[in-house]
């Protein structure tokens, strides 16, 4: 008979012990950020969950609160705003911390110059600034503690220049490099990152980037097949359509994805 030790540990047993007690998911109130909580509530973790629309976070949290041994904290923050950021490591210094989901994200379609500025940079601010200064933040504390989790939000877009989401890819491109480069730095510290890049997904994110989205994965897609890769990989396609898509790409040189992904877009963004 095998000792309950030899027992090989479920994936919720796995995350909790390299991961727990809290994870932080920010962009929690919709889309990847949402399912990624509900899976990380269901295997047991406290959850602080960020985003701008408290009345969503706090219906969010009740619904999450039958499912998880601890209540749920809810934090409002403007990412866009780096006193907000500050704000979410203050609010949660008395909390046990080992993991960080950073979802919240959003994206612009369109030609680049015709677009207005202001939400092109608040973009690179919410996408870039806040990403960094949040794994700045929590990083420094999971190396302190010797144990800890990354999940950045990259993209298909991420790995070549695309035309009509131009800054969009270029904030993407960020986030995966970032993510390459962090990981073997932090994980001497026992600290993993994963830069998790999917391909489209059915969630707020094309009506806000107006884009038309027809087919793609579902949030809840996304999240179990990035958790499952956390502590596994540097870099995770999650699901079948990225997979798919990483397959025909990747032979390509960057020039020829560029260009394909550019025909790509203007369908998506044309009708939208
Ligand atoms: N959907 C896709 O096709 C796709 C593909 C590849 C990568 N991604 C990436 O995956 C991540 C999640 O996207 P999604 O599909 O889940 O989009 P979504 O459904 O639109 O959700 C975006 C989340 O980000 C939060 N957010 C946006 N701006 C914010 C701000 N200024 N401050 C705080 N929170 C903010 C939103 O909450 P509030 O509105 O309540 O603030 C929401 O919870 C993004 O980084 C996106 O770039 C998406």
Redesign the pocket.
């Known amino acids: 008979m095998t000792s309950p030790s030899l027992r090989p540990l479920t994936e919720a047993e796995r995350l909790r012990r390299a991961y727990g007690t809290y994870a932080v998911v920010?962009?929690?109130?919709?889309?990847?950020?949402?399912?990624v909580a509900m899976r990380l509530a269901e295997a047991g973790f406290g959850l602080v969950l960020?985003?701008?629309?408290r009345a969503?976070?706090e219906a969010l949290a009740a619904e999450l609160e039958p499912r998880t041994p601890i209540r749920p904290v809810v934090i409002t923050?403007?990412?866009?705003v780096p006193d907000?950021v500050d704000r979410i490591a203050r609010e949660t210094a008395d909390l046990d911390v080992g993991l960080l989901v950073?979802?919240?994200?959003?994206?612009t379609s369109g030609p680049f110059v015709d677009g207005d500025l202001a939400a092109e940079l608040?973009m690179i601010?919410?996408?870039c600034r806040?990403l960094a200064q949040l794994t700045h933040l929590f990083g420094r504390r999971f190396a302190a503690r010797r144990r800890g989790g990354i999940v950045l939000?990259?993209?298909?877009?991420a790995f070549q220049g695309v035309a009509r989401v131009a800054n969009?890819a270029a904030?993407?491109a960020f986030?995966q490099s970032l993510a390459e480069g962090l990981a073997p730095e932090l994980k001497p510290f026992g600290v993993d990152v994963l830069a998790?890049?999917?391909?489209?997904?059915?969630?707020?994110?094309?009506?806000?980037a107006h884009?038309t989205?027809r087919s793609?994965q579902t949030?809840d897609e996304?999240a179990v097949g990035t958790l499952n890769m956390l502590g596994r990989r540097t870099t995770v396609r999650p699901g079948f359509l990225a997979k798919a898509l990483e397959a025909s790409l990747m032979l390509l040189p960057r020039s020829a994805r560029a260009a394909m992904l550019a025909r790509v877009m203007a369908g998506m963004t044309q009708a939208a």
């Open positions: 920010t962009g929690a109130s919709d889309g990847i950020g949402r399912a960020v985003a701008r629309r969503v976070l923050a403007d990412l866009s907000d950073a979802a919240a994200g959003f994206g608040n601010d919410v996408n806040a939000m990259s993209s298909l877009v969009y904030t993407k986030v998790s890049a999917p391909g489209p997904v059915m969630s707020g994110f094309g009506q806000r884009m989205i793609g949030p996304v």
